[in-house]
């Protein structure tokens, strides 16, 4: 493959970013979409080999079905014919940044950058067991640290959950991040990409691998005997990550913690949002339902109308009295919650208005017609000083007497009625 190459009419090759010992990763653009990609191409070598076809074509499944802010994005899968072979190839989101080994090729980091890439890393491992998805090959080169965050790449051996390695007895995988139990030969579990994290967090933390080995050999049979020394002493790095990361080298997988417990551990120490909203991040839109509008009841439209029924009779009636006076202190109050308040009793006069006002008082629940209560006390006893005045002025007149009737004599033929007898204190002595 060389530079400027045209794949499937629309992927243009520009340089080469990566070489495994099954494909090449290449920096491309996408002519059709106008963007830059990432193609990882299977190698010449293994183009014949159906079982590395399959491998490349389960890595865009494995990874297209995954969703999540650290987890590359799968766009395009396919074959296309290359010097008489037939080749596969995988498009994907670029990661443009730099792998974890080549950050940790300076040395340790600093416990706070160490944590943040932790926290991201298991962040997209568990959403990856939530999908009942293994990688199963968790180490720092395969970790890109972008301006973005962590891309967790190369799903190329991912297994399902419960599957078993290879029947010919071969491990696929790095040596140096291989689970206990993987080597002998136990199913695939999510606690093994946990292990995995483990090595790689001590080495981001230490500088240096949990145990001294040389050889494979010898790596292999640290992972299941040697038990890993504790890490060094860092300043300032929080005991429970210390502890977190002794959990997941334990030999049991039962031992270790799940994945979303390490990014929430780490995420919190980090200044992260918790796994759950890290999950969630890259999660499918949800439709919502479309918002019903609740037409207004037919008691809602008869209170409106009694409502404007009384303000507008109430603005006849201001009319015929003058404008309105303002409220009086004493005047009732209707509140605007169901509770009531007794009206106070208004203020006796001698002197009757010439006309009761009626004012209406609108709750937003009851709609009432109060009686606005008479004048003042003071003005009703300056216009009963008035009356008086007035009425003392006009000369008095002789008042007409009427003589008493006589009284009917009795009708005949009836006795005339006696008068009761006196009590005892009413006779004479």
């Known amino acids: 493959m060389d530079r ?36 990882k191409v299977l190698s010449a070598v293994l183009a014949d080999d159906p079982d590395q076809r399959r491998l490349i074509r389960d890595e865009a499944r494995a990874a297209a079905r995954l969703r999540h802010a650290n987890v590359v994005a799968v766009y395009d899968y396919g074959d296309f014919a290359h010097g008489g072979r037939t080749l596969s190839y995988v498009v994907m989101e670029l990661a443009d940044g730099r792998t974890l080994a080549q950050m940790l090729s300076g040395g340790r980091l600093p416990w706070k950058v160490a944590t943040l890439v932790g926290a991201q890393v298991a962040a997209a491992l568990a959403a990856a067991h939530a999908d009942g998805i293994v990688h199963r090959d968790v180490k720092p080169a395969n970790v890109m640290v972008t301006s973005g965050g962590v891309k967790l790449v190369d799903f190329g051996i991912s297994a399902a959950v419960g599957a ?28 093994t990409d946990v292990y995995a994290l483990g090595v790689l967090m001590y080495l981001a933390l ?10 494979v050999t010898g790596m292999v049979k640290a992972h299941v005997y040697a038990k890993p020394a504790p890490l060094p002493l860092i300043p300032g790095l929080p005991l429970v990550v210390t502890r977190l990361v002794s959990r997941c080298l334990a030999k049991r997988p039962a031992d ?21 909203l890290l999950r969630s991040v890259s999660a499918p839109t949800v439709t919502l339902p479309p918002v019903r509008t609740r037409r207004p009841g037919r008691a809602v439209l ?26 009086q ?19 006796t006069s001698r002197v009757t208005p010439r006309r009761t006002v009626r004012s209406v008082a609108v709750s937003q629940q009851r709609v009432r017609a109060v009686v606005q209560p008479a004048p003042k006390a003071k003005q009703a006893a300056k216009a009963n000083q008035a009356a008086k005045a007035k009425q003392a002025a006009k000369p008095k007149q002789a008042a007409k007497h009427k003589p008493p009737k006589a009284p009917k004599p009795p009708k005949a033929g009836k006795p005339p009625k006696h008068p009761k007898k006196a009590g005892p204190e009413h006779r004479q002595p």
């Open 256 to 276: 270790r913690p799940s994945a979303v417990e390490v990014a929430d551990v780490l995420g919190e120490v980090a200044g992260l949002p918790s796994a759950a």
């Open 302 to 327: 008869i209170a409106a109308g009694a409502v404007t029924g009384l303000l507008a009779a109430g603005g006849f009636w201001w009319t015929d009295d003058g404008p309105a006076r303002p409220a």
């Open 4 to 39: 400027g190459e045209l794949i499937a009419g629309r992927y243009r090759l520009r340089e080469e970013l990566g070489r495994g010992g099954m494909s090449v990763v290449w920096r491309a653009d996408d002519d059709v979409l106008g963007r830059e990609v990432a193609v």
């Open 329 to 347: 202190a004493d005047a009732v109050t209707v509140p605007s919650t169901s509770a009531t308040t007794p009206a106070q009793k208004p203020s």
């Open 206 to 215: 230490a500088g240096k691998m949990p145990w001294d080995a040389s050889t």
């Open 164 to 191: 078993f390695d290879g029947g010919d007895g071969q491990l696929v995988g790095t040596p140096a991040y291989l689970a206990p139990e993987r080597i002998k030969g136990g199913p695939v579990r999510p606690a």
